[in-house]
Each structure stands twice: as C-alpha cells, then as structure tokens.
C-alpha cells in the first residue's frame, strides 16, 4: 500500500499520547501538526477536507479494520456515539449546533477511529514511527 504523508501524519498524532488536558482532536491541534506539509495559513475548511480525505484513503484498506458503519457513523458522529456534541446527543429536534462544532465531532469521530486503527500489518505506519521516534505500533 502506498500511504499519502498525510495520513501517516494523522495516523501517528492519533495514536500519539497528548499531554496536557486539551483535546487532542481540535482543529487548531490537527492544524498545527499538518503545518509542516501544508503550511500555517490552513483554515478550518482545509483542515476538515484534509481530514476527510484521509480517512476515506484508509478507508478503503481493510487491513486497517476501521468500523464496518463508517460511513453511517461519521454521519451521526455530531448527534450520537462518544464524539457527538452532547453526550446524549440533542434533547429536542430544535436543538441548534454551529457549523464548527458539527464538522469538529466528525473530526474528533475520524481521530477516534484512526487511534484504534490496527497498523501492525503496514510497514509504511513502522517506518514513519520510526523515523519519527515513535514506536507506536498497535
């Protein structure tokens, strides 16, 4: 398989412990990590597209064994699961959720998956680890 950078980078930063009490799915965090690659001008549109098309690149290697109702799950991800908004999801159908803070939960959703991805198959993941000094190979 040949990994785009990109999703070795997301790959290895959610396998990655992140100190401190922040999350590690903020946009600005995801940004600042792809810096390197994209530069720091990247706005929170171009981050989800990044993100997004990661994940649908893993997605099509079952190796990785991401979640049979992907799709279906990244889709409620904002109202249902342990990345929605509200951790019961919306009490009322008038509920109302800025477009940040919908696209975010997807976000966090795909780093959830991308964290418990199995990556002990791929020798591209190895490698990058590697060269990166970290050995994160679950």
């Not at 904002?78 to 919908?102: A, D, H, R």
């Amino acid at each position: 398989m040949n990994l785009s950078k990109t999703s070795l980078v997301l790959l290895l930063y959610s396998k990655s412990d992140i100190e401190g009490n922040k999350s590690p799915t903020e946009w600005e965090d995801i940004r600042a990590i792809l810096a390197s690659h994209y530069g720091s001008t990247l706005r929170f549109i171009d981050i989800l597209n990044i993100v997004l098309t990661s994940y649908f690149e893993l997605l099509t290697e079952p190796r990785f064994e991401l979640n049979s109702d992907k799709y279906i799950d990244l889709l409620l991800a904002p109202i249902k699961g342990y990345s929605s908004i509200e951790l019961y999801g919306p009490n009322t159908l008038e509920t109302s959720y800025s477009v940040e803070q919908f696209y975010i939960s997807m976000m966090r959703h795909i780093l959830s998956n991308l964290r418990i991805a199995r990556t002990d198959w791929c020798e591209e993941y190895k490698d990058y680890a590697i060269r990166k000094n970290n050995l994160l190979l679950t």
